[in-house]
């Protein structure tokens, strides 16, 4: 059997398959996976709790420090790594200066250039020469429009057979003023 006894006060901790509790409290635990439950012990912030399993007479205890991941030792000691970096500047700055110091000799600039030019006198000779036409949109005038043969392009529809169906209209008479058309059309409301 595993007990998890919380001695934390005033917490309510809530794990699926155990109904809600508060704290401080024991549980029985058995049937539930341990990792899950120090998870969920670990998000909610529970810092003094025990977990007790019992074999017959045997009984062990464990508690959060038995669960937390060990934290990892660092091999080498700041000051050491900072020594290797200061030792690793002074060679690049060695390095750096002596290749300061080394003067590239004038001629070997001057042959430099020298095959460069002849480089480029013989990619332009091989060049042919092409001719280029260009245009411009100002010789351009407006656009043209073609228009639709004279035949019209909707037929025409016969209209002496249909009639109007609807509401019928009335013409009352003309009128003068605002007051007369208030009147009028208070008369067709009727």
Known sequence: MITLRVKDKGLLIEIP?????????????????????????NNLGVQDY??????GDKENIY??????????KKNKDLSKI???????????????????????????????LNSLEELSKRILQK???????????????????????????IPSIDLSEMKLRGSSSETLGEIDGAEEAADLLSRLKE
């Open 82 to 112: 900072n020594e290797r970096f200061n030792k690793i500047e002074e060679l690049l700055y060695v390095l750096a200066k002596k290749e300061s110091n080394k003067n590239i000799p004038e001629e070997q600039i001057t042959n430099k």
């Open 127 to 153: 060049e042919i020469v092409r001719e280029i036409v260009y245009t411009s949109s100002k010789d351009y005038k407006t656009p043209i429009v073609e228009e639709l043969d004279e035949d019209p392009f």
């Open 17 to 41: 398959g155990i109904t809600p509790f508060r704290t401080p409290a024991k549980m029985n635990i058995t049937n539930i996976k341990l990792p899950f439950i120090i998870k969920i012990l």
């Open 63 to 72: 508690t959060k420090k038995d669960f937390e991941k060990p934290k990892k």
């Open 50 to 55: 025990e977990i007790v399993s019992r074999e």
